[in-house]
């Protein structure tokens, strides 16, 4: 009746997730790494099948396609399945009405006792509350083939799975809430980390060329950071011109005194002139003013409800204001990728 089909990478812990599964239920791991690559060391009765490092939607399409069970759980290689996980799933959708093409298993994230969760914290457990995430996602085969499957066209892990939930959404299936339980640790990964996450901007282009404007309601999601961030980026910039154009030669010499005896329309150039001057370098003082108070209320936005520890609050300052602009050369590579 089902199939498990997990993703991965190589990660450390995809044998806790195998293992977590349990036995009697057929496991598909499809191995998403590049080129030739050590054997991933899991059971025989585990079967592999490759997809040549083309990102999880790839992947998950060739695990799907490679069962033959009339229902396919998706599990993430960071995941533990709960006890009695295989049980409970079997429960979730052994007695589902026809009309259901999904079913959301419950996401766990254990966050650290004794004090405030990290920035990287709290992103982790935001899976708890997502919609349809393929941490520990259940569908039917036929409502996959009536979808067509993941969209290859998302690279990496972000929005895929949301995407294909609109898509069976719209081809008529209900998606449901389930009782079984997999637990997502914490992953460590690192000083850069919120920065590189930007990345996921470019694919939230393609998911408004795809479902439309409203599509972040549609998923359950918020309205997001882009717009301020655009602000941010734009004050930074538009200092950074301000301040060039008053150091400028020409610049630095209307600050000069008029000459004597310079004709009237001359003397009218080197007035403008003079104003100009003075204006430049305290406009270009109000515009940085913008940028650093939008870049410390978005500092202080993450830093308030974490530990506020020394490594995490430099950690929050220094990648507060990188990422705005990354956030925003993301999104706008991403809309000119999909109107190519």
């Known amino acids: ?8 990478i190589g990660r450390a812990t995809l044998r806790a997730t195998v293992a977590g599964v349990g036995p009697g239920v057929p496991v598909i791991v499809v191995d998403d790494r590049k080129g030739s690559c ?33 229902w396919v759980v998706f599990l993430d290689d960071d995941v533990v399945p709960g006890p009695g996980w295989a ?8 007695d589902l009405p026809d009309d259901v093409g999904g079913s959301q298993g419950r996401i766990v994230v254990p966050l650290p006792a004794g004090r405030r969760p990290a920035d990287a914290e709290r ?31 998302f690279p990496r892990a972000y929005r895929e799975d949301a995407d294909l939930a609109l898509r069976v959404r719209r081809a008529g299936w209900r998606l449901v809430r389930g009782g079984r339980v997999s637990e997502h640790p914490v992953r460590a990964d690192g000083f850069w980390a919120s920065v590189r996450f930007q990345r996921g901007n470019a694919d ?32 930074a910039l538009t200092a ?31 007035r403008r002139s003079h104003v100009a001057a003075r204006i430049l370098p305290v406009l270009a003082v109000a515009v940085g003013g913008v940028w650093a108070g939008l870049t410390a209320e978005f500092a202080w936005r993450r830093i308030a409800p974490g530990p506020r520890t020394p490594g995490e609050v430099l950690r929050m300052a220094v990648t507060s204001v990188l990422i705005p602009p990354v956030a925003v ?12």
């Open 87 to 94: 049980e409970a799933a079997w429960k979730d959708l052994v």
């Open 38 to 70: 050590a054997p991933l060391g899991l059971s025989p009765s585990v079967r592999v099948v490759r997809s040549g490092g083309r990102g999880p939607a790839a992947a998950r399409n060739a695990g799907w396609r490679a069962a033959g069970t009339p």
């Open 1 to 8: 009746m089902i199939t498990v089909v997990i993703p991965t």
């Open 123 to 153: 992103n982790t457990a935001g899976l708890a509350g997502a919609l349809w995430a393929t941490a520990d996602m259940a569908y039917r085969r036929a409502a996959l083939e009536a979808a067509g499957g993941f969209d290859e066209r």
């Open 240 to 270: 950074l011109l301000l301040t060039a154009a008053a150091a400028t030669p020409p610049a630095r010499a209307w600050r000069r005194p008029v000459p004597a005896g310079e004709a009237p329309a001359q003397v009218r150039r080197w």
């Open 204 to 235: 939230d282009a393609l998911m408004r060329r795809l479902h439309g404007p409203g599509w972040r309601t549609a998923i359950g999601d918020g309205p997001g950071r882009l717009r301020t961030h655009a602000a941010t980026t734009a004050a």
């Open 329 to 340: 050369a993301y999104r706008l590579r991403g809309e000119w990728k999909v109107r190519r």
